[in-house]
């Protein structure tokens, strides 16, 4: 019986061009296929997509064996959360319409097996980055959405495009850790558990894959990124695990 919870993001599908996306995503849907038979849940938690953004008729073009794959996990009964991050933060209602994915705007907050978790993509959480705060409530205010839906979608889709060329994941900068006490996130899990317990933080948008020990009962986990790393977390119903899917 299925029983595994598998924990992904930051596919960043489309960057930095189309040809080393395609080779990300044949990956993605092997890892897919080998976690398939022990899944019972899947989240995906932010930035799938180096850019996504929804018209009422049109989508973007592309990814379309991802979306196929998941279609088939979500036909099978296996449970698909689609977290936005602030790459993709302007899905709507398509892929809960095509392939039954409940999508979540922010934070989900859920117990399994006795464990409480608190999941976000992880932007806009902690201490500084006021400027990208500022932008995400722009990004996401729902009338300035309808106002760049009626940008017709070639040359809405194109500058949206060029834009995301310009992202980190499309020009593959490094990341290091900067300590706990500088970890944003860390701080966030931190100011979370003064207020109320849980056993696991999963974040993503940190591109970096870390395990840190909260206090003696409480872990955050980052979820890493797939364009270097191919990292992703499982909960067996007992206990979380930061994996590495084909690592060299």
Wanted: net charge neutral.
């Amino acid at each position: 019986m299925a029983k595994n919870i598998y924990f992904a993001s930051d596919f960043h599908l489309g960057a930095p061009n189309q040809e080393v996306s395609s080779i990300r995503e044949k990956r993605i849907l092997r890892w897919l296929n080998e976690i398939e038979p022990s899944c019972a849940e899947l989240f995906l938690m932010g930035d799938i997509f180096d850019f996504w953004f929804e018209y009422h008729t049109v989508v973007p073009k592309g990814f379309v064996r991802l979306q196929g794959k998941l279609a088939q996990m979500s036909d099978n009964g296996i449970k698909i959360y689609f977290f936005k991050g602030n790459h993709d933060m302007w899905v709507k209602d398509y892929f809960s319409k095509e392939m039954g994915i409940q999508v979540v705007s922010d934070e989900l907050v859920m117990e399994r097996n006795g464990k409480k978790f608190y999941l976000h993509h992880g932007d806009g959480l902690g201490p500084g980055d006021k400027k990208y705060k500022f932008l995400r409530k722009i990004f996401r205010n729902p009338v300035c959405q309808w106002l760049f839906s009626l940008v017709p979608p070639r040359i809405g889709l194109g500058i949206a495009n060029a834009w995301s060329s310009g992202s980190r994941a499309a020009n593959s900068s490094e990341e290091t850790f900067w300590g706990e006490d500088k970890e944003w996130l860390a701080i966030y899990a931190k100011e979370q558990l003064q207020k109320t317990h849980y056993d696991y933080f999963i974040f993503g948008h940190r591109h970096l894959p870390l395990d840190l020990q909260l206090n003696d009962k409480s872990r955050y986990v980052n979820l890493g990124e797939w364009l270097k790393f191919n990292s992703y977390a499982v909960f067996d119903g007992n206990e979380l695990s930061l994996k590495y899917f084909e690592s060299k």
